[in-house]
């Protein structure tokens, strides 16, 4: 597709239970990025992708929040044993490099609810 | 503790007139600061950035003046159009450093222009 592209565009899922939130980048892209954005709070950045380098995890918020990319694309947030404080809109970037990311594009968000 | 303020959720101005969003930030380090744009229902939208080297910098319609002495920054869109509407959001980064990739943003200003 010619952006990035989010699925679902809508969770609801009740609290425990697994989630997996998925962002197909734009092709060629090398830099990948996930952040969320609580209601009423900005956006916050969770995990960055480059390349083949290890990826920052520096702001996933705990132990059940992992992410991974396979083949340098389509990369899965993973969120285990949900909790309502993870309500919130997961957006996924995708840029040319880290050193091109303020031309990141940004996918349309999955919006998770827990309930 | 919130990095990157935007102290007004909503703004709301005429057709034709300027409109002015303010960001105020408390980070020393942050040095290349950004203003995305966000519809309902879609992804932000990289608009304008400065970097801390400049004062001003201007693309059409926008013009965004950081003042380093004040941490502040602020965006002013000339003239403004019912296009425009729309949640603007400031984002900041330190690019001294390996993570300039992360940014910080503000909770975003609901911007209304009336025909």
């Known amino acids: 597709g010619a952006g990035v592209s989010q699925s679902p565009s809508n969770k609801v899922t009740e609290k425990g239970k697994d989630v997996e939130l998925r962002c197909d980048p734009i092709s060629g892209h090398t830099a990948l990025y996930w952040y969320r954005q609580s209601l009423g709070q900005g956006l916050e950045f969770l995990i960055y992708?480059?390349?083949?380098?290890?990826?920052?995890k520096s702001g996933l918020p705990s132990d059940r929040f992992s992410a991974e990319r396979t083949g340098g694309s389509v990369s899965t947030l993973t969120i285990q044993r949900t909790q309502q404080e993870d309500s919130a809109v997961y957006l996924c970037a995708s840029s040319l490099g880290d050193r091109r990311w303020t031309e990141a594009f940004f996918g349309q968000g999955t919006r998770l609810t827990v309930v | 503790d919130q990095q990157v303020k935007q102290n007004s959720p909503s703004l709301s101005v005429q057709e034709g007139r300027i409109s002015i969003l303010n960001c105020d930030y408390t980070?020393?380090?942050?040095?290349?600061f950004l203003w995305y744009k966000k519809y309902p229902a879609e992804g932000p939208t990289f608009l304008i950035s400065i970097s801390s080297i400049k004062d001003k910098n201007e693309d059409g319609r926008f013009t965004v003046f950081l003042n380093k002495s004040a941490k502040h920054l602020s965006l002013h869109i000339v003239p403004s159009q019912p296009g425009d509407s729309a949640v603007y959001f400031c984002a900041a980064s330190a690019q001294r450093g390996g993570s300039n990739y992360k940014l910080t943003f503000g909770k975003g200003t609901l911007l209304t222009v009336n025909p």
């Open positions: 980070n020393s380090m942050f040095d290349y």
């Open positions: 992708f480059q390349g083949n380098s290890a990826p920052d």
